[in-house]
C-alpha cells in the first residue's frame, strides 16, 4: 500500500484543482455556443406560441359572440311571439303589440348582419350591401328613426357607432334618391381594427 505525504497530497489536489479550473473555460464556451444557437430557436418557438394563443383567443372571442347572439336571438324570438315579453324587452313606448314585434324582428336582422361582419363571414362592403338592401324596408326605416337616441350612447369608435354612422348616411342617401338604392357611391370607410 502506497502512503502519500501531506505533500504529495497536496500536489495532487492542485493538480485536479487545474484541471477543473482548464475544463471550466472550455465548459463554458461550449456551452455559451450552444446557447447562442439555440436560443433564437427558443425565441421562434415562443412567438410562434404567442400566434397560436392570439389566434386561439380570436376564435374563443367569435364562439363566445355567437353564443352571446343566439340567447339574444332566442329572446327576441319569444318576445316576438308573446306581446307580453315583447313589452318587456322593448324600449319603444306608444306603440302597437303588432308595430313592437315588428320594430323587435328589424333589430334581430340587423343585429344578424353585424354579427356576420363581426364573424368575418362578410367584410365592410358586403356589410354594407346588406345594409342598404334592409335599409329600403319601412318598417327597418321606421325601427332605425325610433331607435336614434339608443345609438347616442355607442362608445365613439366601438364597430356598433361606426356601423350605426353608415346606416345613417345609407338613410341619407335612400332619401335623396329613393329610386337608386342600388348605386353604391362612396360609403363609410371601414373601421381600423
Same mark, same amino acid.
Given at each position: 500500500?502506497?502512503?502519500?505525504?501531506?505533500?504529495?497530497?497536496?500536489?495532487?489536489?492542485?493538480?485536479?484543482?487545474?484541471?477543473?479550473?482548464?475544463?471550466?473555460?472550455?465548459?463554458?464556451?461550449?456551452?455559451?455556443?450552444?446557447?447562442?444557437?439555440?436560443?433564437? *430557436?427558443? !425565441?421562434?418557438?415562443?412567438?410562434?406560441?404567442?400566434?397560436?394563443?392570439?389566434?386561439?383567443?380570436?376564435?374563443?372571442?367569435?364562439?363566445?359572440?355567437?353564443? !352571446?347572439?343566439?340567447?339574444?336571438?332566442?329572446?327576441?324570438?319569444?318576445?316576438? *311571439?308573446?306581446?307580453?315579453?315583447?313589452?318587456?324587452?322593448?324600449?319603444?313606448?306608444?306603440?302597437?303589440?303588432?308595430?313592437?314585434?315588428?320594430?323587435?324582428?328589424?333589430?334581430?336582422?340587423?343585429?344578424?348582419?353585424?354579427?356576420?361582419?363581426?364573424?368575418?363571414?362578410?367584410?365592410?362592403?358586403? +356589410?354594407?350591401?346588406?345594409?342598404? !338592401?334592409?335599409?329600403?324596408?319601412?318598417?327597418?326605416?321606421?325601427?332605425?328613426?325610433?331607435?336614434?337616441?339608443?345609438?347616442?350612447?355607442?362608445?365613439?369608435?366601438?364597430?356598433?357607432?361606426? !356601423?350605426?354612422?353608415?346606416?345613417?348616411?345609407?338613410?341619407?342617401? +335612400?332619401? *335623396?334618391?329613393?329610386?337608386?338604392?342600388?348605386?353604391?357611391?362612396?360609403?363609410?370607410?371601414?373601421?381600423?381594427?
Amino acid at each position: 500500500m502506497v502512503t502519500l505525504t501531506p505533500a504529495a497530497r497536496r500536489i495532487g489536489s492542485a493538480m485536479v484543482a487545474g484541471w477543473g479550473m482548464l475544463r471550466s473555460p472550455l465548459a463554458r464556451g461550449t456551452r455559451r455556443r450552444h446557447q447562442e444557437t439555440t436560443l433564437p *430557436d427558443l !425565441v421562434g418557438q415562443i412567438a410562434r406560441l404567442g400566434e397560436e394563443l392570439h389566434a386561439i383567443g380570436q376564435e374563443l372571442r367569435r364562439a363566445n359572440e355567437i353564443q !352571446v347572439h343566439r340567447l339574444l336571438m332566442e329572446q327576441l324570438d319569444r318576445a316576438i *311571439d308573446d306581446p307580453t315579453l315583447a313589452a318587456a324587452l322593448s324600449t319603444l313606448n306608444g306603440i302597437s303589440e303588432h308595430k313592437r314585434r315588428q320594430m323587435l324582428f328589424a333589430n334581430r336582422e340587423y343585429a344578424t348582419i353585424l354579427l356576420s361582419h363581426r364573424t368575418g363571414t362578410i367584410d365592410w362592403s358586403e +356589410l354594407l350591401g346588406n345594409l342598404r !338592401v334592409l335599409c329600403r324596408n319601412e318598417i327597418f326605416a321606421e325601427y332605425w328613426e325610433r331607435t336614434v337616441e339608443h345609438r347616442r350612447s355607442l362608445a365613439v369608435g366601438s364597430l356598433e357607432r361606426q !356601423v350605426g354612422e353608415a346606416v345613417d348616411t345609407l338613410m341619407e342617401e +335612400l332619401a *335623396d334618391d329613393p329610386e337608386e338604392w342600388w348605386i353604391v357611391g362612396p360609403s363609410p370607410e371601414p373601421p381600423g381594427d
